[in-house]
Each structure stands twice: as C-alpha cells, then as structure tokens.
C-alpha cells in the first residue's frame, strides 16, 4: 500500500538531499525495498534517507520522468520479443529526451540515465532510454554505429575480417 | 532495522560520478535491452568489439521467414520481418555460408524456404548449414527437379532441429536408405521432427516398401504383396499406410509421409 502524500527524501551519490513523493518512487524497484527495508511501522515511514547510487543531475531528470509518469500502471508489463518494438516512445518521452540535445554531451546524459534507471529498477524509463539509444543506431552501418557509439575496435585483423564475411548476408 | 539502513547508506561510498559514461560501461543486460531493440540486421551489425559480439550471442533471434532462392549468378537471400533481401554472388559463396553459420547459433525460425536450381557439393554446404536452425517449417525445392545430396549428418540435423519438413521435388538423390534413416529416428529416438513430406519416384518408392514394411506395391498401390508378417498395415487403392510407435508412415503414388500421430489407429 502506497500512501501519496509521505515523502521520501534520498540522498545523491554527489551529497545532495531530494525530497519527493512516495508516489512517484513507487516505480523504483530499488527505492521501494529500501523502504520497506527501514519502515518501523505499517506506514512505511523510512528510519533515515534512502541512499542512491546517482548524481544530483542525473536523479532530477529522473525525478522529472517519474513526475509525468507517475500514474502509470504497475507492474510495468513484461513484453516478448515478438512485442517489442522500438517505435512506439511516448511523446512525452520523446520530448523530454530531446532536451537533452541542447546538452553538451547528450549521449552520456542518456548512457547516466539508462543507468540510473537500472540502478533505481524504473523499468519504464529503462525500457524508453534503451529504445531511444537503439533508435540512435538501428539501421545504420557499420562504421556510423562506430561513429555514434565511440567504439574502439579491439578485433584483430582475421578476426575482422571474419566477421565482415558473416554480416555480409545483412550488409549487402 | 540498524544495520539494514546502515549497508544502504554505506553504498554511497564506492559512488562514481555518472558524468563520463561510455557505451561499453553499461552493464551486460542493458546492452541486451538495446540489441532486443534492434532490427535483427542491426543487431549483427552492433558486433563491434569482443564483448559485443559475445553479447549478441546471448540475444535470441525470431524470424519469420527466410528465404533463400538461386538464380544464374546469385544466392538471393530474404528475411522477414526485417524485410532484407540480399543478392549474394556465387563466387561470395563462404559470405553466405558463414553468414547462416552464425545465424544458426542463437536464432529460432519460423518457416524456411529453400529453391535451388543446381545440385552440387556448395548448394549441400549451404543445405547443411540452414537445417541447423532452430526451426518449425523447412521447404525445399527445385526448380530444375533436382536437390544436392544430402548426407547422414545432414538427415540428423534435420529430424533434431526442425519441426516439419517438404522435400517438394523429385528428389532423386534421397535414397531408400536415407528415407529409412529418417523414419527411424523419428519411431526410435525423442526427435524434434514431427512430420516429413518427400516426392518420390516409384523405384524409391517400391525400395522403401519392400525395405521398410516387406511389401511389394505396384505402379498405383492398387496391389500389395506381402512378404513378412511383422508390420501392420492398410492399404486402399491409392495409399499404403503403416504404424509403427507413434510414427505413421504413408506411401501415396508420388509421395510419401511419416507423421508423428497420438493414436495408434491407422487407415487411408
């Protein structure tokens, strides 16, 4: 059971202190245990902060996707590989990450996410942020994904050329 | 719950800054969620370095169809649901082959479609390397009435790894043995294939009978001569049919079939 209104303040990895409803971190699979690790009493009241392995900048984006997520239904649905798709992000979702492109770097802002999201286990925002970076590649060739992902080829030569024969079929 | 709250906040130490991350510190499951995203030419495509492409190994491939045609100079190669179709010279004959090879290892298909126009020793390979598949449905045909020869490993591979199999065309090199072969494993071990279709000519046909079920049939089964007593059969005008375990075997004018049947009751 959820109580809206009580609210739950972590802590950053970078020391900072966010104060948010219990609403919202009820998506976080991470935040919830911890929770119910430290509650007392049934009104799962947490003995102190709950500690999140994520910066402060990272932790507000993240904060901001729970906002507008925040009545989603839960448990976030598990989907097949048959039912997946990666063409079907919410505009919201959309949105929100193309904000990030006034960013300096926004490829590690989507690489922080994607990573707080599995830290804090927010299936909903994983699974858009991974859509999102597979949009970015899917398609592309070989030396653009390269391009894109900033890869360094640790192949040797034979081993390159191997795999240049095996992909030809999805080249060509 | 003291030391509860204290491992919490004792993970706070050990924190890195999320400011410089690559794509290759995403841990291993976030990189499958990105691949399972993918168009499955896309996904071999993301081998980029020896871990990725250890992963990709791990992402399992569902494709619909693959189809694979020959015309004069050129394996046409089709994949759905990507969409692909790829023109593969002959002369690119090891592309194609490695390519199935690794395709094979970590992809389940629905329906695959073999049309060969030549029998020779790389259409066999090619053969070879498509019955590994993990795979419901595999037709094969050709256009000019003849498919390579397939061999013992091949025969095996095919009752192991595909559900129901059409050799539809006058396969002349799929022999009496072979077609013992198959219905064997199918009677005798706990095999993946479930039904198996081949056109046949008559003189295969009346070896099989004569070698599998001790009966004679004439050119239209009108006849059925009766060596041994040890298999159970019927027949009727047109079709010779026998059940042995839970494998029915029928022999029609041009065809033959061993279908993989819950009751043990038989007739044409």
């Not at chain 1, 034979?158 to 079929?169: F, T, V």
Request: proline content about 2%.
């Amino acid at each position: 059971r959820i109580y809206p209104l009580m609210r739950v303040t972590l802590t950053t990895s970078d020391g900072a202190s966010v104060t948010v409803s219990r609403q919202l971190t009820k998506h976080s699979g991470f935040i919830e245990k911890a929770i119910t690790d430290m509650a007392v009493d049934d009104n799962a009241v947490p003995l102190s902060a709950v500690a999140v392995d994520v910066d402060d900048a990272t932790l507000k984006l993240v904060i901001e996707w729970l906002t507008e997520h925040r009545d989603d239904a839960l448990p976030y649905p598990e989907k097949t590989d048959e039912e997946r798709r990666a063409d079907d992000i919410p505009a919201w979702d959309q949105a929100f990450v193309q904000k990030w492109d006034t960013k300096e770097d926004q490829q590690q802002t989507l690489y922080a996410v994607i990573t707080a999201a599995d830290k804090l286990d927010i299936k909903g925002l994983l699974d858009m942020t991974c859509k999102t970076l597979a949009n970015k590649i899917n398609g592309k060739t070989v030396e653009e994904m390269r391009e894109i992902l900033q890869l360094e080829c640790d192949f040797t030569e034979e081993e390159l050329a191997e795999i240049r024969k095996e992909n030809a079929w999805c080249e060509n | 719950r003291p030391g509860m709250t204290r491992d919490l906040v004792g993970s706070v130490d050990g924190i890195t800054t999320m400011g410089q991350i690559s794509f290759m510190d995403l841990p291993d499951d976030m990189l499958i969620n990105i691949f399972t995203h993918l168009d499955h030419p896309s996904r071999f495509k993301l081998r980029l370095n020896r871990r990725l492409n250890q992963i990709q190994l791990s992402v399992k491939n569902k494709l619909d169809v693959i189809e694979l045609k020959t015309n004069s100079d050129a394996y046409e190669l089709s994949v759905k649901p990507s969409n692909l179709l790829s023109s593969i010279p002959f002369r690119d004959f090891d592309k194609l082959e490695l390519g199935l090879r690794r395709l094979v290892l970590n992809t389940h298909v629905n329906g695959i479609c073999i049309v060969m126009g030549d029998s020779n020793e790389l259409n066999t390979r090619i053969i070879d390397a498509f019955v590994h598949f993990d795979a419901d449905k595999m037709f094969l045909g050709s256009f000019l009435h003849q498919l390579p020869r397939l061999n013992s490993s091949i025969l095996l591979s095919i009752t192991q790894n595909i559900s129901h199999v059409n050799f539809s065309c006058k396969f002349h090199s799929l022999s009496t043995q072979d077609l013992c072969i198959i219905r064997k494993t199918m009677i005798e071990s706990d095999c993946k294939l479930q039904y198996f279709y081949a056109d046949v000519g008559n003189e295969i046909r009346e070896y099989f009978a004569k070698e599998c079920f001790g009966v004679t049939l004439d050119d239209d089964s009108t006849h059925i001569h009766r060596i041994s007593d040890d298999n159970s059969f019927s027949h009727t005008r047109s079709c010779f049919q026998s059940v042995e375990g839970d494998v029915q075997s029928t022999i029609r004018r041009n065809y033959l079939t061993f279908e993989k049947v819950i009751t043990t009751a038989h007739s044409c």
